[in-house]
């Protein structure tokens, strides 16, 4: 055969080409599955977290079972009104701001410290099974772990008064005492999560160059100045994601642990928010006023959360979803 | 088996066109080689006849039917893929059966067609290894028999070597050629190897931006590429490519460059252009070295010759550009060190207008 | 990092404190449970006088023998068991597909469907909208309703997601190639493939599901349906008021105490048998996955 030279530039053909329609048609035709895919989860989000979006407007309204969530007349701020004016609320607004504040202060260093502490580890039998050790009460049910605490604070028998009474001390009724109740519930959370947030760490120290290490040693650097020189700022940036991610879950006080630990006696300082809307509107029936305080909630959690976002997007580029 | 062709297919993502309106007609049992620089659209093309990618515009045939809107799986086209995409949770014998057991062909049928295939391809002995435990010459070729096993209308292969190294690539193509020939299966195979592309086609389809440059036969395109394009793409080391103007000369059109002349093939096209522009291309091997001693038609200045046993590639400037040689040493490389010039005879050139590119007409060569 | 005999005195004085250190804290870590465990094999008598420390007090199996013949008990547990299988295939069976359509460059809408579920981790309607819809549903008490409300979670859907995207596209055009339609690409080779990630979420549907206990609590009246964790927690309020049992103590063997002490041991056994193969997953930092889009 003879050779072509096809180097005319062709840009459109006569052929027929289908339809934009017909092109969906077939897209669907041979796609049909993925959607089909898709469409249960698509359905249980609308079912379970869409819907009661759409029921967040009885925040606005009088809310009546009777009626239900779209009958009820409207009645505007008033919920909103109330709740400021509530005391209740406003001390449970101050209460979970603090708790998360304390939280934030003694818990974040911890998780650190420890994987800053597991990096200095040789002997790898006494790394590992330490390890093992300090994750485990993150598997543990809230439950569970309150009941110890409530056994080991206990007036009578628990070890702590034990231990108090070895040196002469009379014993204290803790989780009576609202005082003891915020440094009870965050000693809590760290000793329960500590171990295991410490594995974000030690993954982000393994991925430092050993190379950076061993030129390290050649200098003669000792082991507490590598940490301080090398290991620390090449975490740094681990840390400050964690740290945004953590303010950005500020108002996320793990309300379950409070509501097994807080009695009456501790509302004063023990009551957040979470806590304050299950009172309220689980056990009292006053839906629209809770649903007010926990809309309230979401949209303060909201924009901390996209700030949080945002900030750690410009930061370090990478998305925190 | 059956042909596969092509009517000014196009590709579009969004706004951006990659393929401009490709045509191409692939015989039955035809190997064609989609040969071209990184990006310019052949793993677009090669996936539009898999129907793994929608065609934009045209229109593409296999055997007489309209394939456009047809799924991949009803196109009767097996593909070889560059990574393999062997599935690593099943041994080689389920690989290869993986398509038949989708298909639901029968026990018996699926247990021959296994033996088969690996009988053919040397697999025998690895049916129950795992893809991870293989060499990777051997999940090369268990790639082939997945495509094999399906007895399919077209073989389609995307740069289905370039994960090997030299040794492998060179011994791999060798049977992928054999292969051919026992199954003379319809076969469309990407590379932007152009060796790969010389040995193994029938025809090779050179292309550059979305658009193809030449089509012909390995020797066809390596006599007479068409434009400069093709003639510095094939072949290696790839043609000299030296900028000349046209001028008189003792027996016809003559390419003046740099203080020195060139005769050329007396063709009408090159007649009374005096003054214009050319591009004169010279294979490496077409040229006869020559020494201060011998009568040199054209000096250059050596540089640097490389000895690769029987040839020696002498790298040397002409005109202040690279320009390279490629010679037998016959024993005596010291000679090759001597060199300062070269000879040619005029038909062997090949002679491009500057401004376009294009082959000047009436100087294509026979193949044998 | 290799040989501590390379060491200088500083530094090993340096790794002797960090041990030191991690060893006390992985003990403090590990007492209360031995305390608890202890308190659960002493009479009830020791345990109230507060003098168990370390080890049971005149040792006794009275409070397993109490709680071990409670038929709730093993109701509530047996109920935990239902709802942590059943809804950990349901979340399953509607991650799974989900994570995979969304992984798909062929979706229409791609975006906009990751950005629904993405949207979920970042904003949700809070407990009362949550409650009064489930009740709307009619879903109170029921196993079904507890199975299938909590089966689906943002952070599991993209955690599987990526992994699904990590996967090289090859494989399914492969297996379309060969014939495959979506389902059997998905079933066939996508999820033999994703088996880690799998095992991750189907790890992590596990733990929550087994300690799962506020919605159990507010969304189930029966106590036939109860699982283990609201069960628990009964038990607990109960005995730390009841005048049975401070009236008994001087003639039975239990007390509040070593009773509740029982129901924790029994109910963290099954924790403690799973717990050496979660720690094969989660060592791996495959938490970090989910935390990247
Ligand atoms: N999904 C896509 N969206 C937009 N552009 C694309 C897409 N896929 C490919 N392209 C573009 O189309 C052009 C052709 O790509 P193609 O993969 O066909 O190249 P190729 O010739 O196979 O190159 P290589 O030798 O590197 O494999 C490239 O410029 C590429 O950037
Ligand atoms: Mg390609």
Known sequence: MTVENVDKPVETSSFAQPTRVQRIVDHLKREWQIYAMLIPLVIWLLLFLYKPMYGLQIAFKDYSIFRGITASPWIGFEHFHTLFGSEQFVRALRNTFIISFYTLVFGFPMPILLALMFNEVLNQWFRKSTQTIVYLPHFISSVIIAGIVITAFSPSAGIVNTVLGWFGADPIYFLTKPEWFRPIFIGTGIWQEAGFQSIVYLAAIAGVSPTLYESAVVDGASRWQMMWKITIPSILPTILIMLIIRIGNLLEVSFEMIILLYQPATYETADVVNTFIYRQGLQSGQYDFAAAAGLFNAVIAFILVMGANSISKRYSRTSLW | MAGVKLESIVKRYGAVQVVHGINLDVDEKEFVVLVGPSGCGKSTTLRMIAGLEEISDGQLTIDTRVMNRVAPKDRDVAMVFQNYALYPHLNVADNIAFGLRIRKESKDKIAASIKEVSGILGLTDYLDRRPADLSGGQRQRVAMGRAIVRDPKVFLFDEPLSNLDAKLRTQMRAEIKRLHKRLGATSIYVTHDQVEAMTLADRIVVMNDGRIEQLGTPMELFLNPANTFVASFLGSPPMNLVKATLGPGENGPTAHFAGQSMPLAPLDALQNRDGDEVIVGIRPEYVDVATAEDATQVQVNLELVETLGSEALLHATLAGDPFVIKAETQGNAAYLQKVTGFTIKPEMLRVFDAATGHAVPGQDRQAA | ?293
């Open chain 3, 1 to 293: 990092m290799a040989n501590m005999n390379l060491y200088s005195r500083g530094d090993r004085m340096f790794v002797w404190l960090n041990m030191f250190l991690i060893g006390v804290f992985a003990l403090s870590t590990l007492y209360p449970f031995i305390y608890i465990a202890a308190i659960s094999l002493s009479t009830g008598f020791e345990a109230r006088a507060g003098n168990v420390v370390l080890t049971p007090v005149e040792l006794t199996f009275a409070a397993y023998k109490y709680i071990l013949v409670e038929p709730a008990f093993w109701r509530s547990y047996l109920n935990t068991f239902i709802y942590t299988i059943g809804g950990t295939l349901m979340s399953l069976a509607f991650i799974i597909p989900g994570a995979y359509a969304l992984s798909r460059p062929q979706l229409y809408g791609r975006r906009f469907w990751n950005l629904m579920v993405a949207f979920t981790m970042w904003f949700n309607a809070g407990l009362i909208p949550f409650f009064l819809n489930f009740r709307d549903l009619g879903l109170l008490d029921s196993y079904f309703g507890i199975i299938i409300g909590f089966a689906v979670n943002g952070f599991n859907v993209i955690l599987m997601r990526n992994f699904f995207e990590g996967i090289p596209q090859s494989f399914e055009e492969a297996a379309r190639m060969d014939g495959a339609n979506d389902f059997q690409v998905l079933w066939k080779v996508y999820v033999p493939l994703a088996k880690p990630a799998i095992a991750t979420v189907a790890l992590f549907c596990i733990v929550s599901r087994w300690n799962g206990f506020f919605w159990a609590m507010v969304l189930l009246q029966d106590q036939d349906k109860v699982p283990l964790q609201v069960f628990l927690r009964h038990t607990i309020a109960k005995l730390s008021d009841d005048q049975e049992f401070s009236d008994t103590l001087f003639t039975q063997a239990y007390s509040a105490e070593t009773v509740t002490a029982a129901i924790i041991v029994c109910s963290i056994i099954p924790v403690l048998l799973v717990y050496p193969f979660l720690q094969k997953y989660f060592n791996k930092g495959i938490l970090l996955g989910g935390v990247k889009e």
